[in-house]
């Protein structure tokens, strides 16, 4: 049984929106941990000050301590909120993207629906055509090798960061490379120039130097024969596409044909929203976590005092220097007290790795629809043979059993056309494909430095 490609898009979906939920969930399980941890330490604070009530100086300092809990907490619920405004905001502009998006791909296919009646018509007189039949195998042709050339590419770039790391870990060679020792760069005379090749000599550098710039500069130039290739096969593909809406528009198909050349940009363009907005939510929902997990300032300066001021010698004297008239169930709170400490402490360090789990598998199956779009397989021509794509494999990989390349790749690998040459060199919706290339995943991604910063509701 196959799978449809709005049917894997819609799966993908579902199965984001649940791993939102439960990053929603657990943030306020977590939130709740940080701010009752708090309360836990205070209240501890306070059963050490009834071992000892006349001391007025510990009562002094246990209600100072009482009177920054509560501003802590206060600062921290108004923090958390503004952080949910401001996630709730970009989700708010994902949903209506998503919504926008869906009505304009119902309109897409039931344009297509139109074209495919009319392709009927049109592929019998294509199909007789050996001037088509050459260019299609022309375009297949160049759409493999460009493919094959993108897969040089990328291998030749690995082995550069591999197999170049003992060079560039080499203090001696990078010292000679880098002055562009050997050549006419190097600029170095007399004695230093002497030493030079002293040294180079001895590590016998010429031989290394070889070595190493054919590492660095055979990626560089397989990936201008790439691009290369691509053109050549995008090329190809158009010379194909014109073909294909000849015939259609022959059959009477131009007036869909324009409308789902005039709809396929608008989708694109959402699309492209869609990543920038999920980005700032990755950002927003970081935001969000660190704050539910304590790291709100004003709450970890507070936990930080409770801590110092509960681990000076002052306070721990009151528990060995209570007297045979404390009450014995006073010792007893304060030892369960401890103890729950500790528990909620545990408890939130658990939350906080399972946030991190969530927000991996979330990003996970963000590049996986980032792929699905860009290559036009939501396209209702697009059919997977792996139905356990949706089921115990999509598991695996929200469980991490699997990695999301590996997922991706089955993907890949299962995805066929309903029709025989439908997005060959078409592409979905009868267009020219997407800008994705090569067979992995290719989504972009801000850099750490881009991932700092609150983002405002407003």
């Known amino acids: 049984m196959s799978l449809a490609g709005p049917d894997a898009l819609r799966a993908l979906d579902e199965a984001l929106r649940d791993i939102r939920r439960e990053e929603d969930e657990l943030a306020k399980r977590a939130a709740r941990g940080a ?25 002094a300092r246990v209600a100072e301590i009482g009177d920054a809990v509560e501003a802590a907490i206060s600062r921290f619920d108004a923090a958390l909120a503004d952080a949910e405004a401001a996630l709730q905001h970009i989700e708010a502009d994902i949903a209506r993207g998503n919504a926008e998006r869906t009505a304009l791909q119902s309109d ?43 897969a040089k590419a990328a291998q030749a770039e690995a082995d550069r960061e591999y197999n170049g790391r003992p060079y560039r870990d080499d203090e001696i060679f990078m010292y000679l490379w880098s002055k562009g020792y050997g050549t006419q760069a190097d600029r170095s005379r007399g004695l230093v120039r002497l030493l030079d090749r002293w040294i180079a000599g001895l590590i016998g550098y010429q031989e290394a130097r070889a070595r190493y710039e054919l590492l660095t500069e055979l990626p560089v130039r397989l990936r201008r024969h790439a691009a290369r290739m691509r053109a050549r096969a995008e090329a190809a593909r158009a010379e194909v596409a014109a073909f294909e809406n000849g015939a259609l528009d022959s059959a009477g198909g131009r007036a869909a044909r324009e409308a789902i050349e005039t709809l396929a940009p608008r989708i694109d363009a959402l699309d492209r929203e869609n990543v920038a907005l999920q980005d700032r939510r990755d950002r927003a929902i970081r935001i969000r976590s660190d704050l539910a997990l304590g790291s709100d300032p004003a709450l970890a300066l507070t936990l930080d005092e409770l801590s110092r001021f509960l681990d000076e010698a002052e306070f721990r004297a009151m528990r060995t220097s209570a007297g045979p008239e404390i009450d014995g169930s006073l010792l007893s709170q304060l030892d369960d007290l401890t103890q729950r400490i500790k528990d909620e402490s545990d408890e939130l360090r658990e939350h906080g790795t399972r946030l991190d789990v969530l927000a991996a598998r979330r990003r996970d199956l963000e590049d996986i629809l980032f792929e699905l779009k860009a290559r036009g397989f939501d396209n209702p021509h697009a059919r997977f043979n792996d139905d356990t794509l949706v089921g115990e494999s999509l598991n695996q990989l929200v469980r991490g059993e699997i990695a999301a390349a590996a997922y991706w790749e089955r993907w890949r690998r299962s995805q066929t056309w309903s029709t025989l040459g439908y997005g060959g060199p078409g592409g979905g919706w009868g267009r020219l494909p997407a800008t994705a290339t090569g067979q992995g995943l290719n989504r972009p991604r801000p850099a750490a430095a881009e991932q700092t910063g609150l983002t405002s509701a407003a």
């Open 35 to 59: 701010e009752l941890l708090l309360k836990l330490r205070a209240q501890q604070a306070g059963l050490y000050r009834q071992l000892r009530p006349a001391d007025d100086e510990a009562a």
């Open 108 to 150: 897409a296919g039931r344009r297509d629906a139109e074209l495919a009646a009319l392709a009927a018509k049109a592929r019998p007189r294509l199909g007789t055509d050996a001037n088509y039949a050459a260019r299609l195998a022309l375009a297949r042709e160049a759409a493999a090798i460009a493919e094959a050339a993108e």
